[in-house]
């Protein structure tokens, strides 16, 4: 009780030299609510024990608000150093763009644009009509549209062309992506009717055609993304499946999940189909993400018949799903770049990163391990151990991509301390833990993090035994 006498008065806090130099640099009203959020926390402090005498002290008070304000105006969102090898990381932002979007992404962000406004006929414009031809042209399509991301595609193709009426969906098909995105739900969402037909693992052509009714909309067909099934199962392929609602004229939907636009089936032990396959096959509407295999911005894709699409254009939620100009800049400098699938494959870092070959990432490995130890005090060892990657983003789930890991081992600091010290650190390191060792993963590692990460890892060693 007798320590509350040495907290001071805001009024006097202000006038102390440190803080009128913070005043120099923050504004007025975070200063003081910061001031009285620190000199708070002490009353509350003293109310419960007894403080050492310092903590009162005007240096140790101008030192906790100028680090709580640092906190405070530091940006929340924040580059991460991915070592966990997983390439498509939906809680790391997916995909990096190309280089080849940032000049692309500058333009639409710093000047005004053609977003809406056909320069030739000098009038209104869409801004769907940027990316349609391109999207039509790599995937041979009649009809193209961007909107927000692949579960607003899948909600407005479902509101635009079955709401009122019944869509019939294999109950292999039937998943959860995450996020709370289930399939069942966006259809009662969109007014449709589920109708699910075969089984858990096995659906059979007549099980599509027997469902058949007046009220049928669409066949949908839906990527199992993060989920397989194995093992004694049966399902109607898509170019079945086209078959089949040709005969019962019943237009077919897909949605894809990770939209391929690479063919990856020479580089990868498993490839997804792709959406060219898709649309040869003649799947009358195709949906799938910008940012998971396909490697560009959050987005969701369209393509198909020009009619269907057309209509969804149309629809009254096309409104709210639109995409904003930076999106579109950027989607459009990614899919230029799949004009030359060999330039794709070496320019889309989703791509690259996916199909690096194991002695690529064993020698950038090993020459990521070279330049750590010339930059890193003795007393952190760093060791290889094969393993393997995975492509996540609902994408490939049984795929193990080959590499070589780096294991980090720090005297006195146990894996867990390790991959929590690192993950709070200056710049957030995030790695993986398995089988009781802390393991980095070159495959997501890029090349202007090594640096960063070498000053990451040396800071482990101060104050080691503060876990
Ligand atoms: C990822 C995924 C979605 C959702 O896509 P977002 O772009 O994340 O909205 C929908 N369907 C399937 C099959 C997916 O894999």
Known sequence: MQQMKLIPKVDRVLEWEGVRALALRYPRALLLKTIRAVLDRLREDARHSSLAPEVFAEASIVSLVGRELADLSAPSLRRVINCTGVVVHTNLGRSLLPQSAKKALETMAFSYSNLEYDLKAGSRGSRHSHIEALLCELTGAEGALVVNNNAAAVLLALSALAAGREAVVSRGELVEIGGSFRIPDVMRLSGVTLKEVGTTNRTHPRDYLNAVTPETALFLKIHCSNFAVIGFTAEVEAAELVRLGNEAGVPVMADMGSGNLADLSALLP??????????????????????????????????????????????????????????????????????????????????????????????????????????????????????????????????????????????????????????????????????????????????????????????????????
Do not use: C, W
Request: aromatic share 4%; proline share 7%; no cysteine.
């Open 270 to 467: 498993q490839a997804e189909p792709t959406v060219q396959q898709f649309v040869a096959a003649g799947v009358d509407v195709i949906t799938f993400s910008g940012d998971k295999l396909l490697g560009g911005p959050q987005a969701g894709i369209v393509v198909g018949k020009k009619p269907l699409v057309d209509a969804m254009k149309k629809h009254p939620l096309m409104r709210a799903l639109r995409p904003d100009k930076l999106t579109l800049a950027a989607l459009e400098a990614t899919l230029a770049l799949y004009r030359d699938e060999r330039q794709a494959l070496i320019e889309v870092p989703t791509l690259r990163m996916l199909t690096a070959p194991f002695e690529e990432l064993a020698a950038r490995a090993k020459s990521m391990v070279r330049q750590l130890r010339r930059r890193l005090p003795d007393g952190i060892a760093l060791s290889f151990q094969e393993g393997s990657s995975q492509a996540g983003g609902g994408a490939l789930p049984l795929l193990e991509l080959p590499t070589l890991l780096i294991e980090v081992r720090v005297p006195g600091l146990s894996p867990n301390d390790i991959e929590a010290r690192l993950r709070n650190g200056q710049v957030a390191v995030l790695g993986r833990i398995s089988k009781g060792a802390f393991l980095i993963d070159p495959r997501t590692v890029q090349d202007t993090d090594v640096a960063d990460l070498a000053a990451a890892l040396s800071a482990l060693l101060e104050n080691p035994h503060q876990g």
